[in-house]
């Protein structure tokens, strides 16, 4: 499958994004999700010759998006080690970080990698596929208790327990390596006329568990947290109500559980301001236009 820049990723809320960076013409920036290069050309497009542009993605198929400019650094990392790759630069503040946490329509185009029930392939779906576990390591080895978890929490499925048990028997008889393995032993779970939305719920679970999304998600906001100076923006586009949970919590009280801390006179202590107090959606336009954005959620703070 050929795949450009343009095919690879469609960037969503372009423009809401990097406006919200408030970006300093000289400043130093990251982009912790490069994909197709989208949201990092527009900010290069704003940045002079003494600014410089950081860019983390673990996925080797990114990198053919390289930009060819000397203000840009393409990091090939997990952004979970943000703060560490910064300190590697000799980077000990930043003005501005932007995520879009979506999965690249290059990801579920692509019929090799297993993140799509469009295609029969095998159950794949790291981002990174030099390392860790697989989703059919996963179907094949967890219990069914620590399945029923995932879906649970991962797919919000409230049938969660019965498929943990159909793959549990499943996989006695006959190891899920497919695409095409998974949904014949489960489809018959999943009501005709939500079954698409379902399945698509199911397949989301295994590629967050495969991918650590929410452990990394919580450390990179925590390094983006201490790596940002004062007046520095995080703009985050979320497409799950669990990471939008993360990122609310961490905008709002400066840490990913939400607990809000209080000094000796009761006043609420934040690292942040937020930015816009209801979460930016795409347009009506947008969304028509491209369909993978209708669940974006964008959410801007300043660190004080």
């Known amino acids: 499958m050929i795949t450009t820049a343009e095919t690879y990723h469609v960037p969503v809320l372009l423009h809401e994004s990097i406006d919200g960076l408030a970006i300093k013409s000289g400043g130093i920036y990251v982009d912790v999700t490069f994909g197709g ?23 080797p198929d990114a990198e053919k998006n390289i930009v060819n400019d000397d203000r840009f650094t393409f990091v090939r990392s997990n952004f979970r080690y943000l703060k560490n790759w910064m300190r590697y630069y000799g980077v000990d503040h930043i003005d501005g970080l932007l995520a879009d946490l979506g999965v690249s329509s290059h990801h579920f185009d692509d019929e ?17 596929k030099r390392a860790g576990t ?20 991962y797919g919000e499925l409230k049938n969660a327990r019965k498929i943990a048990s159909i793959i549990a028997k499943t996989r006695n008889e006959k190891k899920i390596e497919t695409t ?3 949904m014949s032993a489960t489809e018959k779970l999943f009501q005709r006329e939500r079954e ?31 790596l940002l100076g004062e007046g520095g923006r995080l703009s985050v586009i979320t497409y799950h109500s669990l ?24 006043r609420i202590e934040a690292p942040f ?10 347009s009506d336009e947008e969304q028509q236009q491209n369909p993978r954005s209708r669940s974006a959620k964008l959410r ?5």
Do not use: C, W
């Open 273 to 282: 301001r937020l930015i816009n107090n209801k979460v930016i959606v795409p």
């Open 112 to 128: 090799t990698r297993g993140f799509s029930f469009r295609f029969d392939a095998p159950l794949d779906m790291r981002m990174n």
């Open 180 to 182: 095409g393995d998974l």
């Open 196 to 226: 698409k939305k379902e399945m698509a719920k199911m397949f989301q679970a295994l590629r967050i568990e495969v991918n650590h999304e929410m452990d990394a998600l919580k450390e990179m906001l925590n390094g983006a947290k201490d």
């Open 134 to 153: 697989t989703a059919a390591e996963i179907l094949n080895t967890y219990d069914e208790e620590q399945l029923a978890d995932i879906f649970y929490i």
């Open 37 to 59: 290069g989208g949201h990092s050309k527009e900010i290069l497009r704003r940045l002079d010759e003494k600014a410089h542009l950081y860019s983390f993605d673990q996925d």
């Open 300 to 304: 801007i703070a300043e660190k004080i």
């Open 243 to 266: 990471e939008d949970r993360i990122v609310k919590n961490m905008m709002k009280a400066g840490n990913v559980e939400g607990k809000i801390k209080q000094d000796f006179f009761g």
